[in-house]
């Protein structure tokens, strides 16, 4: 009911989940407010209040002080009547004191004290609070969050106001109109600011209303506003994300499938921090990378897809809490979120449209718990019970799937206590809902039969993770993503076991930021995915084999991309650990500071699975833990690269350090041979170039993944081109360092094949996109020739260095003269000891240059896996590991190493287009495009002389970025320059610009330049590298070197 405004209140509020209310009124001229138990008799607080209404009272008796008597009877004047009536007017009965408080303030009863009448207004709808969160930005939803109490969200009010700035000043409380304020149309929390808004400043009023009942107006209560402003441009329609927008106007009908988003929002804890602003994202002014300004980019950018399904990773806390999970109820969304584990406040969200979806089951994964429950089955007997079935109780590891996958990484668990600690210290963690169809009333349960009507009606189940990211430890994001397939499996096999749900199982989308990209190949993550299976010879295992959060706070301290959230833990803290570090891969630039060297210790003994087949000992040249961070500062795949002073301090720190124990003596991660239960496949088919774009790094880490038998992607949402992005991320434009990924999903698979082999054309000359799809297709064409190929340089052509046909293809290709070497390419470091003496380097010397634009020259290994006809009677060996995804994964798939050089006619100049060497393409068993390699010049990479201890040789300097960087690395690792006038390894006169073989002693930036051999017969016996690596080194200094020898080694 209504009450009379006329006649005053007596406020009442009473919530079901308190165990006391309140009783609010005014009365002698002041405000008294009374805190009483619900069960307490209402006469209790009718005293207090009639105490109150005497002049001078207070409504509590005061005490006596010490050695005084209280007084006997009150003075002063006579306390007036008080009645609490059960109706609304004086002649109700009166209420009998002995009623608790609860029954007896009903509302639109009357309180009478004395001569004053107060009617009882209980649980009034109240704004207790509205907030508007960030900048207000034209086509950005502005969101007026109230907090209310004893009101509908529903049928509360809201009216928008746009206030001139010359009105802005007169603007005061209490919901009163200036001259100049207009009333917006807009009715809902939620306003768009439109253009002609900029400049002017918004108020919002909002009015709480209670339920309608029985056909009535529910009650109101009293307004509140807020003014913000004033409202700014923003970045404008003609942006990359409107004209994606543009493509999303109309929703995925239910019967067809759905829309999803996958993406990483760059926590503002990373982003606000001082070393967001002046490091990682110093090129980005600091208004732009304000929560203030980006959130309300994320929340129009997100709703402009109308998508169904979105999942977002680095999510701060008050974030999910105070601002997108507000912006998307208003929008019809629910959606959970779940925080990492540590110290660090940000996390995974995932939301769903409630119109579309709704969540039938949930669980959050915790690998921490998930390896923590992983041990041996006689441990685990005596430790812990066994969880039930249904994984409601119990600690045990079926409780966390972890029996699924136990057999299989145990043994690798056991064998590497420091791999066990280091799962121990990373906080990331997974999102797994349930989602069903919602069916609008009188909708079928499906339309049809078939797989794509099952799998509409056995609805989703939507996994969501951010993986961990350190350039040491692919190994752990392998074993976390196996983690998760087993939770899901688990879960789902719980989920239809009796007493869980009958329908079919639901089909797995997996999203998130996986932190793997597809730069130096292809991961372990995504060889898992992919294939169902990792090998225990995959290159992760033996990038992982050697890392360790080491001990105290000086390990901790890693520069990586991702250490912007790292607790530095010192040795006497009970929870110190190096928490989930950043792990966008991306929240900057992928820089990595090596750790500092753990402390010398007596050298354990070796465990049984040094022994191991899977046990590969590192080259000696490769670098032990505390080094194998450090890689080329030119481009490496994961963008490793030297930072400031203070990363070559510790690098000095490193190399004086005491020598680390031999890898004989080191216990060693043991590769395993890993499956997943589930058949998935990439919504993008693994051709997305990027999804991430900051200074130094561009990589595709945003993924979403589908059981390709239940639905398939039918379309993606097309990203941003690095021409959109122009600079890097974030910017005015993208309000994080990633790019939203949008697929429209649709159910059953695919109609038409999507794996990607190829372009359909039926001229096998052309070529095939230098894409991880077509790995398959090269590797086939590698068994019966040659393939021309791009590289981080030149174009090449390459076969494998065991085929003896595909090497003297390669000479009848180019028409090269036997007796000129070839070069050798390889996917990763470790190899490098395979084929080329390097026990004498020192440690970490070739993952500082490694992979990139540079080539090391070392002595041949009688044993190296070559052929015979490579290189024969060589004793040295150019050997280079491109950093390009493509090229590695050739190698992974060979096995081994590939025989590589430019692609061009023998003294032709060198490739980079692939329509650079056309004529030769009919010779080639296949042909692939990269695109134009990027670089102008064609100098190819930088050679380095490695034979000797101690010293190095530039033979070739290639292009300028990559000398200038290997020069650093390697007087960094304490190698000293040497010329080669110090080893007379060249005679010529003084003043002469010719070389013995035609080589100039010119010196250049200090060091030797282009060297080069002339293709004769009648030619001296070539030197040391120029033995390994023949005519094909550049030259542009000899005057009596011919033209047509002037080529180029990618």
Same mark, same amino acid.
């Given at each position: 009911?209504?009450?009379?405004?006329?006649?005053?209140?007596?406020?009442?509020?009473?919530?079901?989940?308190?165990?006391?209310?309140?009783?609010?009124?005014?009365?002698?001229?002041?405000?008294?407010?009374?805190?009483?138990?619900?069960?307490?008799?209402?006469?209790?607080?009718?005293?207090?209040?009639?105490?109150?209404?005497?002049?001078?009272?207070?409504?509590?008796?005061?005490?006596?002080?010490?050695?005084?008597?209280?007084?006997?009877?009150?003075?002063?004047?006579?306390?007036?009547?008080?009645?609490?009536?059960?109706?609304?007017?004086?002649?109700?009965?009166?209420?009998?004191?002995?009623?608790?408080?609860?029954?007896?303030?009903?509302?639109?009863?009357?309180?009478?004290?004395?001569?004053?009448?107060?009617?009882?207004?209980?649980?009034?709808?109240?704004?207790?609070?509205?907030?508007v969160i960030g900048d207000v930005l034209v086509d950005c939803p502005v969101l007026a969050n109230a907090t209310l109490a004893f009101a509908d969200d529903a049928a509360t009010m809201f009216t928008w106001q746009r206030i001139a700035p010359t009105a802005s000043s007169q603007v005061g409380s209490g919901g009163d109109s200036s001259p100049k304020a207009l009333d917006l149309p807009e009715t809902s929390c939620v306003y768009t600011p439109v253009q002609a808004d900029v400049g002017c400043k918004l108020r919002v009023l909002c009015t709480p209303v209670t339920n309608a009942a029985g056909g009535r107006e529910g009650r109101r209560g009293a307004p509140v506003d807020v003014t913000v402003g004033p409202v700014m441009a923003g970045p404008?329609?003609?942006?990359?994300?409107?004209?994606?927008?543009?493509?999303?106007?109309?929703?995925?009908?239910?019967?067809?499938?759905?829309?999803?988003?996958?993406?990483?929002?760059?926590?503002?804890?990373?982003?606000?921090?001082?070393?967001?602003?002046?490091?990682?994202?110093?090129?980005?002014?600091?208004?732009?990378?304000?929560?203030?300004?980006?959130?309300?980019?994320?929340?129009?950018?997100?709703?402009?897809?109308?998508?169904?399904?979105?999942?977002?990773?680095?999510?701060?806390?008050?974030?999910?809490?105070?601002?997108?999970?507000?912006?998307?109820?208003?929008?019809?969304?629910?959606?959970?979120?779940?925080?990492?584990?540590?110290?660090?406040?940000?996390?995974?969200?995932?939301?769903?449209?409630?119109?579309?979806?709704?969540?039938?089951?949930?669980?959050?994964?915790?690998?921490?718990?998930?390896?923590?429950?992983?041990?041996?089955?006689?441990?685990?007997?005596?430790?812990?019970?066994?969880?039930?079935?249904?994984?409601?109780?119990?600690?045990?590891?079926?409780?966390?799937?972890?029996?699924?996958?136990?057999?299989?990484?145990?043994?690798?668990?056991?064998?590497?206590?420091?791999?066990?600690?280091?799962?121990?210290?990373?906080?990331?963690?997974?999102?797994?809902?349930?989602?069903?169809?919602?069916?609008?009333?009188?909708?079928?349960?499906?339309?049809?039969?078939g797989a794509a009507a099952e799998a509409a009606t056995a609805g989703l189940c939507v996994l969501n993770t951010h993986l961990f990211y350190h350039p040491q430890a692919p190994h752990i994001r392998t074993m976390h993503t196996a983690a998760l397939m087993a939770a899901a499996h688990t879960f789902l096999r719980q989920l239809s076991q009796p007493g869980g749900s009958s329908t079919p199982r639901p089909s797995v989308v997996f999203c998130g930021d996986l932190n793997s990209d597809l730069n130096e190949g292809i991961p372990g993550v995504v060889e898992l995915l992919r294939s169902g299976r990792v090998a225990e010879d995959f290159w992760d295992w033996r990038e992982g084999q050697d890392f360790s959060f080491g001990r105290g706070r000086?390990?901790?301290?890693?520069?990586?991309?991702?250490?912007?959230?790292?607790?530095?833990?010192?040795?006497?803290?009970?929870?110190?650990?190096?928490?989930?570090?950043?792990?966008?891969?991306?929240?900057?630039?992928?820089?990595?500071?090596?750790?500092?060297?753990?402390?010398?210790?007596?050298?354990?003994?070796?465990?049984?699975?040094?022994?191991?087949?899977?046990?590969?000992?590192?080259?000696?040249?490769?670098?032990?833990?505390?080094?194998?961070?450090?890689?080329?500062?030119?481009?490496?795949?994961?963008?490793?690269?030297?930072?400031?002073?203070?990363?070559?301090?510790?690098?000095?720190?490193?190399?004086?350090?005491?020598?680390?124990?031999?890898?004989?003596?080191?216990?060693?991660?043991?590769?395993?041979?890993?499956?997943?239960?589930?058949?998935?496949?990439?919504?993008?088919?693994?051709?997305?170039?990027?999804?991430?774009?900051?200074?130094?790094?561009?990589?595709? =880490?945003?993924? #979403? &993944?589908?059981?390709?038998?239940?639905?398939? /992607? !039918?379309?993606?949402?097309?990203?941003?081109? *690095? +021409?959109?992005?122009?600079?890097?991320?974030?910017?005015?434009?993208?309000?994080?360092?990633?790019?939203?990924?949008?697929?429209?999903?649709?159910?059953?698979?695919?109609?038409?094949?999507?794996?990607?082999?190829?372009?359909?054309?039926?001229?096998?000359?052309?070529?095939?996109?230098?894409?991880?799809?077509?790995?398959?297709?090269?590797?086939?064409?590698?068994?019966?020739?040659?393939?021309?190929?791009?590289?981080?340089?030149?174009?090449?052509?390459?076969?494998?260095?065991?085929?003896?046909?595909?090497?003297?293809?390669?000479?009848?290709?180019?028409?090269?003269?036997?007796?000129?070497?070839?070069?050798?390419? =390889?996917?990763? #470091? &470790?190899?490098?000891?395979?084929?080329?003496? /390097? !026990?004498?380097?020192?440690?970490?010397?070739? *993952? +500082?240059?490694?992979?990139?634009?540079?080539?090391?020259?070392?002595?041949?290994?009688?044993?190296?896996?070559?052929?015979?006809?490579?290189?024969?009677?060589?004793?040295?060996?150019?050997?280079?590991?491109?950093?390009?995804?493509?090229?590695?994964?050739?190698?992974?798939?060979?096995?081994?190493?590939?025989?590589?050089?430019?692609?061009?006619?023998?003294?032709?100049?060198?490739?980079?287009?692939?329509?650079?060497?056309?004529?030769?393409?009919?010779?080639?068993?296949?042909?692939?495009?990269?695109?134009?390699?990027?670089?102008?010049?064609?100098?190819?990479?930088?050679?380095?002389?490695?034979?000797?201890?101690?010293?190095?040789?530039?033979?070739?300097?290639?292009?300028?970025?990559?000398?200038?960087?290997?020069?650093?690395?390697?007087?960094?690792?304490?190698?000293?320059?040497?010329?080669?006038?110090?080893?007379?390894?060249?005679?010529?006169?003084?003043?002469?610009?010719?070389?013995?073989?035609?080589?100039?002693?010119?010196?250049?930036?200090?060091?030797?330049?282009?060297?080069?051999?002339?293709?004769?017969?009648?030619?001296?016996?070539?030197?040391?590298?120029?033995?390994?690596?023949?005519?094909?080194?550049?030259?542009?200094?000899?005057?009596?070197?011919?033209?047509?020898?002037?080529?180029?080694?990618?």
């Amino acid at each position: 009911m209504e009450l009379d405004p006329a006649v005053q209140k007596v406020t009442v509020r009473s919530s079901a989940k308190d165990e006391k209310m309140t009783i609010t009124l005014h009365i002698n001229g002041q405000q008294r407010n009374l805190t009483r138990d619900k069960i307490e008799a209402v006469e209790n607080p009718l005293r207090r209040i009639q105490m109150s209404a005497v002049p001078g009272k207070t409504g509590k008796a005061k005490k006596a002080r010490k050695g005084q008597t209280p007084p006997s009877s009150p003075t002063g004047p006579p306390l007036p009547r008080i009645r609490l009536l059960q109706g609304s007017t004086i002649d109700s009965p009166m209420v009998e004191t002995y009623v608790k408080n609860e029954d007896a303030w009903a509302h639109g009863r009357l309180l009478l004290v004395g001569k004053q009448q107060f009617i009882v207004d209980r649980n009034p709808p109240t704004v207790e609070k509205v907030e508007v969160i960030g900048d207000v930005l034209v086509d950005c939803p502005v969101l007026a969050n109230a907090t209310l109490a004893f009101a509908d969200d529903a049928a509360t009010m809201f009216t928008w106001q746009r206030i001139a700035p010359t009105a802005s000043s007169q603007v005061g409380s209490g919901g009163d109109s200036s001259p100049k304020a207009l009333d917006l149309p807009e009715t809902s929390c939620v306003y768009t600011p439109v253009q002609a808004d900029v400049g002017c400043k918004l108020r919002v009023l909002c009015t709480p209303v209670t339920n309608a009942a029985g056909g009535r107006e529910g009650r109101r209560g009293a307004p509140v506003d807020v003014t913000v402003g004033p409202v700014m441009a923003g970045p404008g329609r003609d942006t990359p994300t409107a004209r994606r927008h543009a493509l999303t106007q109309a929703a995925v009908p239910a019967e067809q499938g759905f829309r999803l988003v996958t993406y990483n929002l760059l926590a503002d804890q990373y982003a606000s921090s001082d070393k967001g602003k002046t490091k990682l994202f110093a090129y980005c002014p600091t208004r732009f990378l304000s929560a203030s300004y980006r959130w309300p980019l994320i929340i129009a950018e997100l709703l402009g897809f109308n998508a169904d399904v979105i999942c977002l990773q680095e999510v701060d806390a008050r974030a999910f809490s105070a601002f997108f999970k507000p912006h998307l109820r208003a929008a019809g969304f629910n959606g959970t979120y779940t925080n990492k584990v540590g110290k660090t406040h940000e996390g995974c969200a995932m939301f769903w449209r409630r119109s579309r979806f709704a969540a039938t089951a949930k669980r959050d994964v915790d690998f921490r718990k998930f390896f923590a429950s992983m041990r041996p089955e006689s441990e685990a007997t005596q430790k812990s019970p066994r969880s039930s079935d249904d994984g409601s109780s119990g600690s045990g590891s079926n409780a966390f799937g972890a029996d699924d996958v136990a057999p299989q990484l145990l043994p690798m668990l056991e064998a590497s206590p420091h791999l066990v600690d280091s799962l121990q210290r990373v906080g990331t963690i997974a999102q797994m809902v349930v989602l069903r169809a919602v069916q609008a009333r009188g909708e079928q349960s499906s339309s049809g039969k078939g797989a794509a009507a099952e799998a509409a009606t056995a609805g989703l189940c939507v996994l969501n993770t951010h993986l961990f990211y350190h350039p040491q430890a692919p190994h752990i994001r392998t074993m976390h993503t196996a983690a998760l397939m087993a939770a899901a499996h688990t879960f789902l096999r719980q989920l239809s076991q009796p007493g869980g749900s009958s329908t079919p199982r639901p089909s797995v989308v997996f999203c998130g930021d996986l932190n793997s990209d597809l730069n130096e190949g292809i991961p372990g993550v995504v060889e898992l995915l992919r294939s169902g299976r990792v090998a225990e010879d995959f290159w992760d295992w033996r990038e992982g084999q050697d890392f360790s959060f080491g001990r105290g706070r000086a390990d901790a301290a890693v520069f990586t991309a991702q250490a912007d959230a790292a607790e530095l833990a010192s040795p006497d803290d009970s929870n110190g650990e190096l928490e989930e570090t950043h792990a966008s891969a991306a929240a900057s630039p992928r820089v990595s500071v090596p750790s500092p060297s753990p402390p010398a210790a007596t050298p354990a003994p070796p465990s049984p699975a040094a022994t191991s087949p899977a046990a590969v000992s590192p080259t000696a040249g490769s670098s032990p833990p505390s080094a194998m961070a450090s890689s080329n500062p030119a481009s490496r795949g994961f963008g490793a690269r030297l930072l400031s002073d203070i990363e070559r301090e510790k690098q000095q720190r490193q190399a004086q350090a005491k020598p680390p124990v031999p890898a004989t003596t080191r216990p060693a991660v043991v590769g395993v041979d890993l499956t997943i239960p589930f058949h998935l496949a990439p919504a993008d088919g693994l051709v997305t170039e990027f999804t991430n774009y900051v200074r130094g790094y561009r990589g595709f =880490l945003d993924y #979403v &993944w589908h059981e390709p038998d239940r639905m398939h /992607a !039918a379309r993606q949402v097309p990203l941003p081109t *690095r +021409a959109d992005v122009q600079a890097y991320m974030p910017s005015e434009i993208f309000p994080s360092d990633h790019m939203s990924v949008v697929f429209d999903m649709a159910w059953g698979p695919s109609p038409t094949s999507t794996d990607g082999s190829g372009d359909g054309s039926s001229d096998e000359a052309q070529p095939l996109p230098a894409k991880l799809p077509q790995i398959p297709a090269a590797l086939i064409a590698l068994q019966s020739g040659v393939i021309a190929i791009p590289t981080d340089t030149l174009y090449g052509f390459a076969c494998p260095a065991t085929s003896a046909a595909g090497i003297e293809a390669i000479y009848r290709i180019k028409g090269r003269q036997a007796s000129a070497p070839l070069a050798v390419c =390889l996917a990763d #470091v &470790w190899q490098v000891g395979v084929y080329g003496e /390097a !026990a004498h380097l020192p440690a970490g010397l070739l *993952r +500082a240059l490694l992979p990139g634009p540079v080539t090391v020259v070392l002595k041949r290994r009688p044993d190296a896996p070559l052929a015979a006809q490579l290189n024969p009677g060589v004793g040295t060996l150019g050997i280079r590991i491109p950093n390009h995804g493509f090229v590695r994964d050739l190698c992974r798939g060979v096995g081994g190493a590939l025989a590589l050089t430019s692609a061009n006619p023998s003294g032709a100049p060198s490739a980079l287009e692939v329509t650079d060497f056309q004529q030769l393409w009919p010779s080639c068993s296949a042909v692939f495009d990269g695109g134009p390699i990027p670089t102008s010049a064609r100098d190819g990479s930088c050679i380095v002389d490695l034979t000797d201890p101690k010293v190095f040789r530039i033979l070739r300097e290639g292009n300028e970025r990559a000398y200038c960087n290997a020069i650093d690395m390697l007087k960094l690792h304490g190698m000293q320059q040497q010329r080669h006038s110090d080893r007379q390894r060249h005679q010529s006169t003084a003043g002469s610009t010719q070389c013995h073989n035609h080589v100039s002693e010119t010196s250049i930036k200090g060091t030797i330049p282009m060297a080069a051999v002339y293709e004769a017969s009648q030619a001296t016996p070539i030197q040391s590298a120029n033995e390994a690596l023949g005519s094909e080194l550049s030259i542009t200094d000899c005057t009596s070197c011919p033209d047509q020898v002037k080529s180029t080694v990618p």
